[in-house]
Every structure is written in structure tokens, then in C-alpha cells.
């Protein structure tokens, strides 16, 4: 008799990655069920819709390869998709491939329990499902948990307050309003000049000033979209060969110093003009691995903010110093400098005098107080372990995720955890993740899983492991690669510095894309070398 509650592989999340794994898991005629917290799909793209909400790479490049169809049907309307576009795709996806009679909504996993003697897991939701499976897909995203800090008297504010990562859907009316924003990333970055249109003031309040570029959004070219249509196969061959997942018609850069301060300045004014969005950071060969190189292109961008804020004193608080261009994730912005020439935009410097508390009326820093009607936390994510460590996973003999990455998360090939068997994480830590280009990313690795789910039912294996001495080897390949960049030199989410206590370990395997592929594959052509199989576990009943 088949358990109706008995499943071949659970996939938890419904954004990009894991859409497309229900798709290619019933490929293998297996039986899937996906468990998504939200009440529709797009995951990141379902959760992030605050005013502004926008990808930072063109959508021609940011959208599925997997089927030639869907990707010469589907228009693009912007070069850098708004949320909503983005989360009408993922819904087309669904319904276009037959996704959701496999989908449970509103179904947030909050126990994952590995059974060793049935040799599976058991799958809980915070509504009271309760299913098991062989295989784990956790396509979890990697800013999804959100950070929240625990700023004193929260609960005491009069006002309304919301965090960007969970934006009511109705929206929210900022005119007529005081508003604060919290938190200058990416997310306040590019919410800041849309709240600004309508509300009666905006105060935004800075810690750490950031590097942003101007995303020059426009809506999509016919020309554009025509030669991407015509070339796509051989342009998405070329991404999964890159080693951001990306494509570029030039990747041929050369070091800063070969060149004149003069043609440095041309190179660099050509490169802000030619709306490439985040290649500008690859003007360069250097920019992310020489500090005086990377200084070089940091004050050029620190010159165009002073040349378009007009008060020179606020011009410099939001000239970012303390850490180099590219360090923390890169911005993209549309008028975020722009908006501080606003009567109705001020900026508030919480480094100098920190957030002391937020009151019945507002908020007070250790210098002023300042009445609000609306709080707006764009204060980040637990990044990158956060939405698998929330999950509370169990794995062999009782061992807790978060005990074992007490001092760092392990993993090897950033896809799977010793002493979690049959649990594949995708965008995982260790794996290149939010460095490359994720959607083209995730499709490869959830591929490469699919690949070894086939393998093991093929041969009848039951379980699939690693050991800690491959998790060692892997962190250590992680930890060289980052060595060789600047990136240890910026407190970020990437280095886990953005959560109290959270190791800092910088989190995501930046070898390269094309070399993260060819060290996966050589591993599993190696006889799955570092991988451990259980021959002796009984087979999983189904
Ligand atoms: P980020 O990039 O983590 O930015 C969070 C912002 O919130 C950042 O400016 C923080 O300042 C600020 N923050 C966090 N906690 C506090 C406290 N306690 N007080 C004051 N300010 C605070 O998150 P985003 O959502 O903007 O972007 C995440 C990613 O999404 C982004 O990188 C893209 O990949 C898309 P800090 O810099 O820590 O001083």
C-alpha cells in the first residue's frame, strides 16, 4: 500500500531554484512535494516587494535556460526587472510547466529530521504537515531569514513598521507621512527615492555609508531583445563556461596600472556611461584583489556622488570609506543620490550618534529624537545559513545543524552536510551562491543533484554522505579562494558580520563558476570521490 504521506524527494522552498527542481525531479518519475512558507511562488522575489524592488542583472541573462520555448515566448518589459515582473514569471513558470498540484503554499518547514534506522526524513511544517522522503532538496534561498535587530522598545512605537523582506502585498501609503528608513544595502538603497516621492519626509538612517552604481533602467530594447532571442543557446553555453554565471561580450580586462591616471579616468568614465550595471566592477582585471587598484576606482565613484549631491556635507557622509569598492555587495540605484537634493530627505548619520531606541513616537538616536508614522527596517538578511539553521534540521544520531556550524558552516562542494544524508542544499554555503549569476547557478546545481538522485536510484543506493575531512578540504579551497580578493576586508553579510555572534567566515566559494562546475564534476567522475554511501542501510520503504 503506498503512504500517501511518504514521498521520493521533498523540496523545500518554491522561489527559482526550486521550482525548477520539482520540474526535473518528475522528470525522473519520482514523487515530489514541495513546501513553500509563502502564499504564492518566486521565494526571494515573492517576499521583497518594497517600493523600489528591482534585480540588479538584466533579466535577459537573469531568467531560465532550460527551455528554449519559454525563454523566446517570455518579454522582459525592463532591462532590470521590478519584483513584480519578476514574480509574474515564477507564477508563468509554474502553471506553464504544471508545477503546482506538487506545491503546498503557506507551508513553512520548521523540522527537518533525519530517521537513520528508515533511513529517511521526516518533513514538518509549522501547519501541522507532517510527510517524509529519501531525498531533501532545500532550495532555501539565500536571503531569505530576515534581520531583524532587536532594537529596544519596538514594541512600544505608536506607528506602523515594517521589514522590507516581508512587505504587506496590499502596499503601504507613505503620503502625508513621517518615515524612517533603517538600513542603506541594497534593499534601502533602492527604496529610498521611491518613498521619497511621496512622503511627507523621509529619514534615513545611515551606518555605514555604500558603494552604488547607477542601474540606468529602461525599458527593453527590441533590438536588444532580438539579438538575445536569436543567440540564446550559444549565450547561455557561454554563461554556465563564466565564472559569474554571466554574460559579456568582453571579459578581457587588464590591470588598473597599465595604464595613465588620464586613460584611467576615460576607461572609468566610459565604463560609468555604458550602462553594464555590475560590470563596471570588471573594468579592471584588479578591482577586487589589488587594494590600491580597487582605491583607484573607489574614489572615482566617490567623485560622482560628490558631483551630484549638492550639500557637500551630506555628499561626504555618503561617500562610503571604510571598506573597498565591491567588498560588500555592490548597489544599484535608481536616483538614490539624486534624492538627498529632496526639501523632504535627510540623512541621518547613526554611526556617529547610534540608534539609542525606538519610542511611542518615533525613534531616538544618542543625539536627537525624531517623531515617525512609519518605520521601515531594510536592515538585511541572516544571510546565506540562515533560512537552513531556522529550519531546525536534525541529522545522524540527533546531530543539529546549528551545533555542528556552531563555529562555520562545512559543507562540501557547498551541496551537502556529513552527517545529513540525502540532504542537498542548493545556493548553499561553499557553493558560489549570491556571487554569480543565481538563477543560471541554481539551475546547474539542482541539475547536478538531479544527476545524483538518478545515479543512486539506478544503482539502488540508499544513502549518499560525506566526511569531515572532505568538508575540510572544501573550506579550506573556499577560504584560499577568498584569500586571493578583497572581500575579508568589509564587514558584510558575505562574513556573516552583519549578525551578532554569527562566525565570521566568509560564507560562498568565489573560485568561479566554471570552476566550480568542473570541481564538482571531476569529483563525482573521480568514483564520487568524497562522497560517502551507505550500502548497509535498508531500503527506504516507500
Ligand atoms: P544589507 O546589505 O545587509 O544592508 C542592511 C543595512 O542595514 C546596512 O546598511 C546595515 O548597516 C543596516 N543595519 C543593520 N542593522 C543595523 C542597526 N542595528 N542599526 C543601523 N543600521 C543597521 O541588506 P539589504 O537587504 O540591503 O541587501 C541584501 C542583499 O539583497 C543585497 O546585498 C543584494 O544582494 C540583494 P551596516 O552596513 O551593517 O553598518
Request: charged share 25%; glycine share 8%; with cysteine.
Amino acid at each position: 500500500m503506498i503512504d500517501e504521506n511518504a514521498y521520493d524527494v521533498v523540496v523545500v522552498g518554491a522561489g527559482f531554484s526550486g521550482l525548477y527542481a520539482i520540474h526535473r525531479i518528475r522528470q525522473l518519475g519520482l514523487r515530489v512535494r514541495c513546501f513553500e512558507a509563502g502564499d504564492g511562488v518566486g521565494g526571494t522575489w515573492y517576499w521583497n516587494r518594497y517600493p523600489g524592488a528591482r534585480v540588479d542583472i538584466e533579466s535577459m541573462q537573469y531568467s531560465y535556460s532550460f527551455d528554449d520555448g519559454l525563454q523566446q515566448e517570455w518579454r522582459w518589459p525592463e532591462y532590470f526587472s521590478p519584483q513584480q515582473d519578476l514574480e509574474a514569471y515564477a507564477n508563468h513558470v509554474a502553471d506553464r510547466f504544471g508545477l503546482r498540484s506538487d506545491i503546498e503554499l503557506n507551508a513553512r518547514v520548521n523540522r527537518l529530521a533525519f530517521d537513520e534506522r528508515a533511513n529517511r526524513w521526516h518533513v514538518s511544517t509549522e501547519n501541522g504537515h507532517h510527510v517524509t522522503a529519501k531525498y531533501i532538496v532545500a532550495a532555501t534561498g539565500s536571503l531569505d531569514a530576515m534581520n531583524l535587530p532587536p532594537f529596544p522598545g519596538l514594541e512600544s512605537f505608536g506607528g506602523q513598521w515594517y521589514h522590507t523582506a516581508r512587505w504587506p502585498k496590499e502596499g503601504v501609503r507613505f503620503d502625508g507621512k513621517r518615515v524612517g528608513l533603517i538600513g542603506t544595502g541594497s534593499t534601502g538603497i533602492q527604496a529610498t527615492p521611491v518613498i521619497a516621492q511621496t512622503a511627507e519626509h523621509l529619514f534615513v538612517f545611515q551606518r555605514t555609508a555604500a558603494y552604488s552604481l547607477p542601474a540606468y533602467n529602461r525599458p527593453t530594447d527590441p533590438a536588444y531583445e532580438q539579438a538575445w532571442k536569436a543567440d540564446y543557446p550559444q549565450r547561455r553555453a557561454k554563461m554556465f563556461g563564466h565564472f559569474a554565471a554571466s554574460y559579456t561580450e568582453n571579459d578581457q580586462y587588464r590591470s588598473v596600472f597599465d595604464y595613465s591616471p588620464e586613460e584611467r579616468q576615460r576607461i572609468l568614465e566610459e565604463a560609468w556611461s555604458a550602462r553594464n550595471g555590475l560590470l563596471f566592477m570588471r573594468t579592471f582585471s584588479d578591482i577586487s584583489t589589488n587594494l590600491e587598484a580597487n582605491e583607484i576606482v573607489a574614489e572615482f565613484v566617490r567623485g560622482k556622488i560628490r558631483a551630484t549631491v549638492r550639500d557637500p556635507k551630506v555628499a561626504e557622509l555618503l561617500c562610503p570609506t571604510t571598506y573597498p569598492i565591491g567588498a560588500k555587495r555592490i548597489c544599484m540605484d535608481t536616483g538614490y543620490f539624486e534624492a538627498f537634493n529632496r526639501d523632504n530627505v535627510t540623512l541621518v548619520d547613526v554611526r556617529a550618534n547610534p540608534l539609542a531606541e525606538i519610542t511611542p513616537t518615533g525613534l531616538r538616536t544618542t543625539a536627537d529624537e525624531y517623531d515617525l508614522d512609519i518605520i521601515v527596517f531594510a536592515t538585511g538578511f541572516d544571510a546565506v545559513t540562515g533560512s537552513l539553521t531556522r529550519m531546525n534540521v536534525t541529522g545522524l544520531g540527533g546531530l543539529d545543524l546549528r551545533e555542528k556550524w556552531r563555529d562555520g558552516p562545512a559543507t562540501f562542494l557547498g551541496f551537502l552536510v556529513a552527517g545529513f544524508p540525502n540532504l542537498f542544499m542548493i545556493h548553499g554555503p561553499g557553493s558560489p551562491g549570491v556571487l554569480v549569476q543565481m538563477i543560471t547557478g541554481g539551475e546547474w546545481q539542482v541539475d547536478f543533484v538531479t544527476k545524483i538522485i538518478e545515479d543512486m536510484e539506478r544503482s539502488g543506493r540508499q544513502r549518499i554522505d560525506t566526511a569531515p575531512e572532505w568538508e575540510q578540504r572544501w573550506n579550506i579551497e573556499v577560504e584560499e579562494a577568498a584569500k586571493r580578493t578583497l572581500y575579508n576586508y568589509a564587514d558584510s553579510w558575505y562574513v556573516g558580520a552583519n549578525i551578532p555572534g554569527k562566525p565570521r567566515i566568509f560564507m560562498i566559494y568565489i573560485g568561479g563558476f566554471d570552476r566550480y562546475i568542473q570541481r564538482c564534476t571531476e569529483q563525482v567522475a573521480n568514483g564520487y570521490e568524497g562522497f560517502v554511501f551507505d550500502e548497509s542501510v535498508p531500503a527506504a520503504p516507500r
